[in-house]
């Protein structure tokens, strides 16, 4: 692929094209077909393949990249050197990415109890609020319905149509559950 006329002081760029192709799919529905373009080699159908399974991983980064700029707002950070900026993204990159990694689990294994995840304190204290029982059960409930009442308490109304919880109802939900936790530990360490 050769630069743009404009830029004609760059070297052309060496490229191979993956097309990717559903093939047998039920009447009414339109194929998926994809055309990757990409710098690394494709020789073989099993580069084409590796180069076709990492593609189908752009929706994961593009939620945890919203997650940062939605959920963590890195695009409002008035820090004014690189970096203290560099220091503050590490930080929230391990929020957005707890917070991916709570979605993503919640919709794999919903199943799991939820201590897989959440701090023993943090699912009693949950299920306390939730409940308006200050007796947590004995067993962790399952992640699902633990993500469920994070959601909820960030404004997710789960209903029937709503599908799962997101990333930015999960954002607010754990902001209130940190708070929660701390009272929690306070109020269970006793007098």
């Given amino acids: 692929m050769c630069a743009p006329q404009d830029k004609a002081h760059l070297s052309a760029l060496e490229i191979w094209t993956v097309l990717a192709k559903e093939e047998d799919t039920p009447e009414g529905v339109e ?3 994809w055309r990757l373009l990409t710098t690394l080699a494709v020789q073989s159908f099993e580069q084409a393949c590796e180069k076709v399974a990492w593609y ?3 929706w994961g980064i593009e939620v945890f990249h919203r997650t940062l700029k939605s959920g963590c707002r890195i695009e409002d950070r008035r820090l004014g050197h690189g970096d203290r ?4 993204l590490a930080i929230d990159m391990v929020v957005a990415w707890r917070i991916y990694h709570m979605v993503k689990l919640g919709r794999e294994v919903p199943e799991l109890p ?3 995840y959440f701090e023993e304190a943090e699912w009693k204290a949950l299920v306390a609020y939730s409940t308006k029982n200050p007796v947590p059960p004995e067993q962790a409930l399952s992640l699902r319905e633990a993500i469920r009442m994070v959601a909820k308490i960030g404004g997710f109304l789960g209903r029937k149509s709503d599908g ?5 109802t ?3 939900g ?3 559950l940190d708070l929660m936790t701390d009272v929690w530990r306070v109020m269970a ?3």
């Fill in 114 to 116: 939820c201590d897989v």
């Fill in 31 to 33: 194929p998926i077909e």
């Fill in 56 to 58: 189908t991983q752009r």
């Fill in 85 to 88: 900026l560099e220091a503050c």
């Fill in 174 to 176: 754990l902001q209130h």
């Fill in 164 to 168: 799962e919880p997101g990333t930015e």
């Fill in 189 to 191: 360490s006793g007098p």
């Fill in 170 to 172: 999960l954002w607010r």
